[in-house]
């Protein structure tokens, strides 16, 4: 079972999209900020994190840059997971190091798609 850890702030979309992933036989952690994730990552070494960008405490593109460059996460995937749509967004996220970019509202099939095709690398 692939351990996954969801970045996200909005108790909603956590709900909705940890409870979707669970169902899919992922293992799902949370962490509601930023800061919560880097520790997240650092503790629990998931298979790959989802990662919102406007998050409390520090944002997704800070969390992600310092998961990436502690030793012991640097090789975790990261997705950016965010209402931010524009293309200057996406290319911000994959410059800090996001190995894919997925645009809320989820349309999770195709999410589904992106964690395994980062899992199998």
């Given at each position: ?21 669970k169902r899919r036989g992922y293992e799902v ?47 975790i995937p990261i997705i950016a997971l965010t ?30 798609e992106q964690i395994e095709a980062l899992l199998?690398?």
């Open positions: 079972m692939n351990k996954l850890l969801l970045v996200e702030d909005n108790e909603q979309n956590w709900d909705m999209l940890s409870r979707r992933l952690l949370i962490a509601t900020d930023g800061q919560q994730g880097v520790q997240r990552a650092e503790l629990d070494h998931p298979d790959l994190i989802l990662m919102d960008i406007s998050l409390p405490v520090m944002d997704g593109w800070e969390a992600t840059r310092r998961i990436l460059a502690h030793e012991g996460t640097q090789a209402a931010h749509a524009m293309d200057s967004d996406r290319e911000k996220s994959l410059a800090a190091g996001c190995k894919d970019y997925h645009t809320k509202p989820v349309e999770f099939d195709r999410l589904v199998k690398q």
